[in-house]
């Protein structure tokens, strides 16, 4: 009998808002096991979203505890991990946070946004409340620096924790502290505005940033050693857990909020149309971000009556309404006009219609983001994989389908923990 070598594994986590997801895939890219850990409600208010990154970490060990008794018996070769972007914490010299974690939809800092807007970029990601540099600011002229060493993302300060090394950021979470990716530095202004000594080095999604230190080994039940890797944004991981990679494919994110992203040869910037580029390897990917999405679903129906409504369409004879569904004035992308109002009349007395009007709107904001990104430079999508609560809907699918004109792939995974475990495999480049 011949003894078959154990395949490799490659474990990604995916640190969200209300819990921790872990996901092991095998050498072939099939998934092998994941659990999650739930994380404690955040401390908010009045513009306010904090969490202890302590309460990261600890999920971060339950779950993968949990997901390596259930593994076959192989080696782990790699291990990498995405967080939410934005939010960030200052540490010591030692890794020890100096309270809680700033969380990326904080909307504290305004008057530090403000000093960034006269001294960024148009093209910068750093703008706005939002941005980890606008929170660091925040801090720091709060005096809350105090012994400081470290700015860290939630992704950059476990990764350190992981291997013992911190100040190691990637460059898709230093994008919003002010990097510039085109240059792959710091620029200068934002060392004018923040010490220089409390910004990480900054290198790609995937490269090799240590290894596993045996105490968190120890705890996650995994061997010392195992190569820990740089990860990236829950954005760009749920990108990538779909398998898209090739110049011209695409993925649509159907979450509460609409999202595109198409892969690039060079980066395309629009502020004033709110397209971005994130780098990855020597490509990019060029998208934006509606206020569209199943946010404006959910003002008019319940998940049960989405189900009950969804065999009643019929995506191949349009209603011909014409909305404009918008959750409430103000769009991003593929129009960013604070004042553009949502078009949701005449409204059909068939709740039915009136939901198949609202997915038709909806599929037509793709549309133009697609076509608005060809425009400015990037390729016209060959092909569109789909993520989120909205890739479920077959009918959906149908009618955007007709609006795009293009293939529609099925995803390989839909959750971005997965993502991150293909960057730790080395399958991202």
């Known amino acids: 009998m011949t003894n078959r070598k154990p395949r490799a594994l490659y474990l990604g986590a995916d640190v969200g808002t209300s ?3 872990v ?6 890219g099939r998934l092998r096991g994941q659990e ?4 404690p409600t955040g401390v908010g208010g009045d513009g306010r979203h904090e969490q202890e990154p302590e309460s990261w970490w600890e999920a971060l060990m339950e779950a993968t505890a949990r997901l390596a008794a259930g593994l076959p018996d192989a080696p782990v070769r790699g291990l990498a991990l995405d967080s939410t972007s934005g939010t960030l914490l200052l540490a010591d010299r030692g890794g020890r946070p100096l309270g809680p974690a700033i969380m990326y939809d904080d ?6 946004a403000e000093a960034i807007a006269r001294a960024a970029p148009a093209e910068s990601g750093a703008h706005g409340a939002s ?6 600011l925040h801090r720091l002229g709060r005096g809350e620096g105090g012994t400081a060493v470290h700015a860290l993302h939630a992704a950059d300060w476990l990764t350190g924790r ?7 950021s990637d460059e898709n979470n230093a994008l919003k502290l002010g990097y510039d990716p085109v240059r792959r530095g710091w620029p200068d202004w934002v060392q004018e505005l923040v010490p220089g000594e409390l910004l990480p080095e900054v290198v790609a999604p995937g490269t090799r940033v240590g290894s596993l230190a045996a105490d968190p080994a120890a705890r996650m039940g995994l061997a010392r050693g195992i190569p820990v890797l740089a990860g990236t944004t829950d954005s760009i991981a749920g990108f990538l ?3 898209a990679g090739a110049v011209g494919e695409a993925v649509t994110s159907l979450g509460s909020t ?8 060079r980066p395309v910037f629009a502020p004033e149309h709110g397209v971005y580029s994130h780098r990855l390897g020597d490509r990019w990917l060029a998208g934006g971000a509606s206020n569209s999405g199943g946010a404006v679903l959910r003002q008019f129906f319940t998940d049960a009556e989405l189900e009950a409504l969804t065999p009643r369409l019929r995506p191949d004879r349009p209603t011909g309404l014409d909305y404009l569904p918008l959750p409430e004035t103000g769009e991003r992308f593929p129009d960013n006009d604070p004042e553009l109002a949502p078009r949701l009349e005449p409204r059909p007395e068939d709740p039915a219609e009136f939901l198949q009007g609202l997915l038709e709107g909806i599929a037509a904001i793709e549309a133009r983001g697609y076509r608005r990104l060809a425009e400015l430079g990037a390729p016209h999508p060959r092909s569109v994989r789909t993520v989120g609560g909205g890739a479920a809907n077959p009918a959906w699918t149908r009618i955007r389908a007709g609006l795009l004109g293009v293939a529609m792939e099925e995803a390989e995974h839909g959750e971005a923990a997965c993502g991150t475990a293909r960057l730790a495999a080395g399958w991202v480049s």
């Not at 996901?23 to 072939?28: R, S």
């Not at 999650?36 to 994380?39: C, D, I, K, S």
């Not at 992981?162 to 190691?168: A, C, E, N």
């Not at 609409?258 to 040869?265: D, F, G, I, S, T």
Request: with cysteine; charged share 25%.
């Open 23 to 28: 996901c092991a895939l095998d050498g072939q």
């Open 36 to 39: 999650v850990a739930e994380l």
């Open 107 to 112: 909307r504290r800092a305004t008057a530090e």
């Open 241 to 243: 857990a779909t398998g």
């Open 19 to 21: 819990g921790v997801r």
């Open 258 to 265: 609409l999202a595109l992203k198409v892969v690039a040869e």
């Open 162 to 168: 992981l291997t013992g090394d911190y100040g190691v």
């Open 131 to 136: 941005s980890s540099l606008a929170k660091l």
